[in-house]
């Protein structure tokens, strides 16, 4: 099958907002993030939002990590420098393995948008038990960013040459495999 056959499938996303302060009234980027993913295509699995404590954190994305449901988790907040921000030791942890290249990109990309101001993001991905586990900053912007500029690609089955949808948990159909750079 040639890249240019893919099809589209849809994905089970799960979206965590880590803040202390809002509610699903008032939680732009985990809105931002459940509406662009329904209008990509994927299921919004199941929303939450905890606060900024790590064992909170962990319990909910572990149960998302052991469901046999969920593909991928997008979680926004809890990436900066303050004592409340734990969202990397929360959850970097849980990983199997680190996607490194999404921080790097995500921070590469926002360079643009904010400057220097862009090293105090502490952005990360990872995969454990088939989930990929994307962590971004809390505001709706970041998400914007994280979302258009790297996520929906990856998250998409017919993005060449490579994406991570051949790496997450499937329902038995079969996904071609990234060609080798010989």
Not at 56 to 79: E, F
Request: aromatic content about 8%; glycine content about 8%; overall charge negative.
């Amino acid at each position: 099958m040639s890249h240019a056959a893919r099809t589209f499938k849809a994905l089970n996303i799960a979206v965590l907002t880590v803040s202390d302060t809002r509610c699903f009234e008032n939680d732009t980027s985990g809105q931002f993030l459940a509406d662009s993913l329904t209008e990509a295509g994927h299921q919004l699995a199941d929303r939450q939002i905890a606060k900024d404590d790590v064992y909170q954190l962990r319990a909910i994305v572990s149960s998302w990590i052991a469901s046999d449901h969920i593909q991928a988790v997008l979680v926004t907040g809890g990436t900066g420098f303050t004592a409340r921000d734990t969202t990397p030791e929360a959850l970097s942890i849980l990983f199997d393995k680190p996607v490194e290249g999404f921080g790097e990109l995500f921070r590469a990309i926002s360079y643009d948008e904010i400057g220097t101001s862009t090293i105090q993001s502490r952005a990360l991905a990872g995969f454990a038990n088939g989930t990929v586990v994307f962590c971004m900053p809390g505001s709706t912007n970041a998400c914007r960013t994280g979302w258009n500029k790297i996520i929906a690609e990856q998250l998409d089955a017919r993005h060449g040459p490579c994406n991570f949808v051949m790496h997450l948990k499937t329902t038995g159909e079969k996904v071609e495999p990234c060609p080798s750079r010989g």
